[in-house]
């Protein structure tokens, strides 16, 4: 039978060799001000995200850089993706196009005074009831229009209609309004107004056509701090209320402490492999990232539940066995079912990340990480955890009982 508890201490440095790495990267990021470690998406950072691609390919990211620095855009930050897009990040740029300028054809005239036709008259003599003529309508130029008088209506005889009779003269055609400037060359949903449509202009006369355009996000800094506390909330309420869970379930603490190591060690791991590929690669922390973390925590603390249970049953079934050779006997019985059930889920995630598509790549990538190391810390890190502090605890008590009998020897 292999003896996974007497092993322990391999894994304890396995795990020390996988997450140490992680913890420098995930320390370094405030260090170095945001250029080495974790790389947060404007999600959590606030700002501008636009992902394009240019005609020319030979464009690198330096001459992009360049272009918004010359548009008082210093503190951008771009990075050139395989698929040659670029994706830019730069603070908060408004998106909203500027309001549309009244043209002089369309600026409101005021109304012609009202017609004495428009009232009831008991007269229907033609100096009480003239009728308006269409030759009294706004001018195109925005002048207001002269009343109407009764000598401007064409007709001789009486109109007691209220409906004004239309002029036998042809009226003037209003002025054509200027045509909206075209947009710029490239893909037509590109930006064409607002500091971002300068900027886009700016980057097609230095770089050439802007060829397509993949992605343009803004977030004000106060909902990416909203959103950032939000996810420290939820890690550390659904960390807390899985050890009270434990504890109240199996009536053992140190099996809801454990378990709460387990979860830690995958949530290092997770995050500090976000770390050094950010680093290496630009992959980023998105909003989405929070919800693959607290996916991983409950796979991870369901195998360590798994385990727990088969050495809780086994605990009364071999009453009087040391704990070690429990537990070791409990991960053997639950190893299989573990792994297979892993495997599954493995398999699945590898499907989406290989044919997922871009939108749910970095998602995926997290949930892949972090259910192998739920497993393997559910197996190897938690079980063997709870035979070393119950071994402390023996030791401990059988030193606080034999300086008792001592005690009580010499008196």
């Known amino acids: 039978m292999s003896d996974i508890v007497g092993k322990r201490r391999w894994f304890f440095l396995f795990s020390a060799l996988i997450t140490i790495p992680g913890l420098i990267f995930i320390i370094l990021t405030p260090v170095s001000d945001g250029r080495v470690g974790l790389q947060f998406s404007i999600d959590y950072t606030g700002g501008t995200e636009w992902v394009i691609r240019f005609e020319d390919p030979d464009v690198t990211s330096e001459q992009v850089v360049a272009v918004f620095a010359a548009n008082e855009l210093p503190d951008t930050h771009v990075v ?24 002089p054809s369309a600026s409101p005239s005021p109304s012609p005074s009202p017609s004495p036709s428009l009232s009831p008259s008991p007269s229907p003599s033609p100096s ?44 003037p055609s209003p002025s054509p309004s200027p045509s909206p400037s075209p947009p710029p060359a490239g893909n037509t949903n590109l930006p064409t107004g607002g500091p971002l449509g300068e900027i886009t202009t700016a980057l097609q006369d230095e770089l050439g056509p802007i060829a397509e355009q993949a992605e343009l996000t803004t977030i004000g800094p106060v909902v990416s701090s909203d959103l950032l506390e939000q996810a420290i ?27 709460l190591v387990a ?149």
């Open 263 to 411: 979860l830690v060690h995958d949530v290092v791991v997770v995050v500090g492999a976000f770390a050094i590929l950010g680093t290496f690669t630009g992959l980023q922390i998105d909003a989405l990232f929070v919800t693959a973390m607290l996916t991983v925590i409950g796979f991870s603390v369901h195998d360590t539940i798994v385990v727990y249970d088969r050495v809780r049953e086994n605990r009364s079934r071999y009453a009087g066995e040391p704990l070690d050779r429990i537990v070791n006997h409990s991960i053997l019985q639950t190893l299989g079912r573990s792994i297979n059930t892993s495997f599954s889920v493995v398999l699945t995630l590898l499907a989406l990340l290989l044919f997922g598509g871009d939108s749910i790549r970095d998602f995926v990538l997290a949930l892949l990480i972090g259910i192998v190391s739920g497993t393997y810390s559910s197996i190897f890190n938690a079980s063997p955890l709870l035979v070393v502090w119950q071994n402390w605890e023996d030791r401990r008590r059988g030193r606080q009982t034999g300086a008792t009998a001592q005690r009580r020897a010499t008196t």
């Open 128 to 171: 009480a009831s003239p009728s308006t003529s269409a030759g009294v309508s706004p001018a195109p130029s925005g002048s207001p229009a002269p009343s109407p008088s009764p000598a401007a209506s064409p007709s001789p005889s009486p109109s007691p209609s209220p409906s004004p009779s239309p002029s036998p003269g042809p009226s």
């Open 80 to 103: 050139q993706q395989p698929d040659g897009f670029f994706r830019i990040r730069t603070e908060p740029i408004d998106l909203q196009l500027p309001e549309p300028t009244p043209s």
């Open 233 to 259: 909330k939820l890690i550390l309420v659904g960390s807390l209320g899985i050890l009270v869970w434990i504890t109240v379930r199996f009536h053992d603490f140190k099996m809801g402490v454990t378990a």
